[in-house]
């Protein structure tokens, strides 16, 4: 090609350089959205059920750092146990780890995500784990690996910036961490991501025993949010014959209306063999081709084997932390019925970006997942708000803020 350079062309081409430098960024300033509060509120869990909000400054940022206003963030489980027990001897602590909020900073070297979408100021993140112990971990070879052992916001030591949990005003994201630009969701679908990556790491263990297929008879124990999740996974794969099974009406109901065709009461079976002729009663007269185990009980473990004909198989993910042991018999749970069995535990960073696609579809086939938000309170009411997932009325609870 040739250019044609005339005294006209030279005029533009000057104006034009003259135009580009004055857009280069000379000074190493990280880029920002405007005003940001000199002080971040965050809610420190300093004592067994006692949340106190606190007020810290705003740190500087590297030029690797985001810092992202939080939207909101749902309490899990293990926060749960974290209120009532301190199992992690993390106090004080600032918890939150399935928050979502907006960039209104970031440091001169971010410029994409762990996906490789671009990052912006406004846009609308989560934080997956942080790999700080293990750099070579990446999102294309983590097939293989969870994230067992990996750090999350909202469960690391206390620092000296104290923004590392999501239930606060502000978050740092430290270079090294993996981010998601996921502004193409709503701020409930949001908040779900987490627990649902749960789920979507479950449902994949599951298929490598090759026995979960579409018209495969899945039983679906425990109708928390996992369990129900679990349903709603199954149905955007096309798995239609689910039974859950719960003691709660409430949950067996919200069972249904995600997807499941029949539900088992187990409160209402007096003995082990009654249950198991009430679950093969909800299969038209089989027994569960394949079974999920989404609570943390150990005699609900025992009886799942029960459910599943022989040859079938069995994703146990219900023990996030030590639930105690369960008795089975190996003769008849799991060598003459030549059970195969998988467990799963958290995700990897793979299955984040297939639970960014799975909610969409969730949605497209009309699941009601953002019925799982039962409760929403405000930061300063975070106490409040896990005394109410204590009692276990609701389902999901999530801190939004103001
Ligand atoms: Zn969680």
């Known amino acids: 090609m040739t250019v044609n350079i005339d005294s006209k ?3 533009q081409i000057v104006k034009q350089v003259l135009q580009e430098m004055g857009g280069v960024q000379v000074s190493s300033a990280p880029k920002s959205a405007g005003a940001v509060p000199a002080k971040s509120r965050v ?10 909000i606190k007020e810290y400054p705003i740190p500087e940022l590297s030029d690797d750092d985001i810092l992202v206003k939080v939207e909101g963030c749902g309490i899990c489980g293990t926060d749960a146990h974290e209120f009532k027990r301190d199992p992690f001897g993390l106090i004080p602590v600032v918890l939150g780890h399935e928050g979502t909020g907006e960039i209104v900073k970031m440091g001169k070297n971010v410029k994409k995500d762990s996906a490789g979408k671009p990052l912006n100021i406004g846009d609308k993140i989560v934080t997956s784990v942080i790999f700080s112990e293990n750099p070579d971990i990446t999102m294309y070879d983590l097939n293989k690996q969870n994230v067992g052992g990996a750090d999350v916001y909202g469960l690391l030591p206390d620092d000296d910036i104290h923004l590392n949990g999501w239930f606060a005003d502000y978050l740092v994201v430290r270079g090294g961490s993996s981010v998601f630009n996921v502004s193409d969701l709503s701020l409930e679908d949001r908040i779900l991501i ?7 790491h479950a449902v994949e263990r599951a298929k490598t025993t090759g026995i979960l297929r579409f018209n495969s008879r899945v039983a679906v124990q425990g109708c928390g949010p996992i369990g129900l999740i679990c349903i709603a996974v199954l149905r955007t794969m096309g798995v239609e014959n689910i039974v859950a099974i719960d003691g709660e009406e409430k949950r067996l109901a919200f069972a249904k209306e995600m997807g499941a065709g029949a539900t088992v009461n187990f409160k209402e079976h007096k003995s082990i063999e009654e249950l198991t002729a009430a679950v093969e009663k909800a299969f038209g007269g089989h027994l569960a081709d394949f079974a999920f185990q989404c609570t943390g009980s150990p005699i609900a473990h025992s009886n799942i084997y029960k459910f599943i004909r022989a040859g079938g198989g069995l994703c146990e993910l219900g023990f996030f932390i030590n639930g105690g042991d369960a008795t089975i018999n190996p003769h008849f749970d799991i060598c003459a019925k030549e059970i195969t069995t998988v467990g799963s535990w958290v ?20 699941l009601p997942m953002h019925k799982l ?3 929403k309170f405000p930061l300063s009411q975070i106490n ?9 009325e609701g389902l999901k609870i999530a801190i939004i803020n103001e």
Not at 43 to 52: D, F, I, P, S
Not at 194 to 200: F, K, M
Not at 355 to 365: E, P, Q, S, V
């Open 9 to 11: 062309n030279v005029e």
């Open 43 to 52: 809610a420190m869990l300093t004592a067994l059920e006692h949340y106190e």
């Open 194 to 200: 987490e627990p649902c990556a749960v789920l979507v």
């Open 347 to 366: 995700y990897t960073l793979r299955d984040y970006a297939t639970t960014f696609d799975f909610l969409k579809r969730a949605k497209a086939i009309g």
């Open 373 to 375: 938000i039962t409760h």
């Open 384 to 392: 409040e708000a896990h005394v109410t997932n204590l009692k276990m």
